[in-house]
């Protein structure tokens, strides 16, 4: 007699749902939390190694000659590209307002605009951008490089503080340089400005009269305490980025790419707080 197996006639029982499969509730918030806490760390981070170099200024003074050098380092090697920058970005201002402002027989403005524009925005942004790419680049390479072939371990055996050694002169003399930097752009780009608006037709003299018009001084000022901001941001930023590094040369090109990103990231957020607080208020210009 033959013999029927059970399962040769049973129907495939359906699949039971994988228990295993993530809630994407969970997921989200766990990584808007992770990121937060993130944040939170790397803001603590800085704030406490911008302590410890405002601690060490208190404490050990600063060396004139590396302040000099970085200064040179720092403020002569980014002035060419700050230059370049805010005037070919004025020029390009100018002739869009320029040509908006003829139109409509308002031309006699042309002067105030761009000079409201430079003092307050394009200076300050620009030069700060700059100094993130070129001075805070290299001050991310220079520390990670020291970090990754352990200069900065041996500095800690002659009892050399690398806080004093290394990022103390870097602050200071962003500090001093990103905002000297911005008068000379601001004012190399209304040279630029005043061509490009001259060459649309506006009149030679009503450009500097709607300025002095117009214009304040404490437009300028509150632009330079911007940089000073920038300055700060760029240069603790590229400082904790380079003492970071790990993992030789890939990481020193890791470490330099951050310390660009988060400067940028952050003169920009910073940018728009500090405009709200200086201008955000005012009616009138």
Not at 256 to 264: F, G, K, P, R
Request: hydrophobic share 50%; charged share 10%; net charge neutral.
């Amino acid at each position: 007699m033959s013999t029927i197996t059970a399962s040769s006639g049973a129907p495939d029982q359906p699949e039971s749902p994988d228990s295993t499969t993530p809630n994407p509730i969970v997921v989200t918030v766990s990584l808007v939390g992770s990121g937060f806490i993130a944040a939170l760390n790397y803001i603590g981070e800085i704030t406490i190694l911008t302590c410890q170099a405002i601690m060490s200024i208190v404490r050990r003074g600063i060396s004139v000659a590396d302040l000099l050098d970085q200064m040179y380092t720092i403020g002569i090697g980014t002035l060419p590209i700050a230059l370049l920058t805010v005037f070919s970005s004025a020029a390009v201002i100018s002739l869009y307002f320029s040509q908006f402002l003829v139109r409509y027989g308002v031309g006699s403005l042309a002067g105030a605009v761009i000079a409201l524009a430079l003092g307050r925005e394009l200076g300050p942004v620009l030069v700060g951008v700059v100094a993130a790419a070129r001075a805070g680049s290299s001050i991310a390479a220079e520390i990670g490089t020291m970090k990754v072939t352990e200069q900065i371990d041996a500095l800690r055996s002659l009892a050399v503080s690398p806080i004093q050694y290394l990022v103390v002169p870097r602050l200071l003399a962003s500090l001093i340089m990103v905002p000297l930097l911005c008068i000379a752009a601001d004012a190399f780009g209304l040279v630029g400005g005043y061509a490009v608006a001259v060459w649309q037709g506006v009149a030679p003299t009503t450009f500097p009269d709607s300025i002095r018009q117009f214009v304040q001084f404490r437009d300028f000022t509150m632009g330079l305490i911007k940089t000073v901001v920038f300055a700060l941001i760029v240069a603790i930023v590229s400082c904790h980025q380079g003492l970071k590094t790990a993992g030789g040369a890939t990481g020193v090109g890791r470490s330099t790419t951050n310390a660009v990103v988060l400067s940028i990231v952050l003169i920009y957020i910073s940018d728009f707080f500090m405009a709200y607080v200086m201008f955000g208020g005012q009616v009138n210009v």
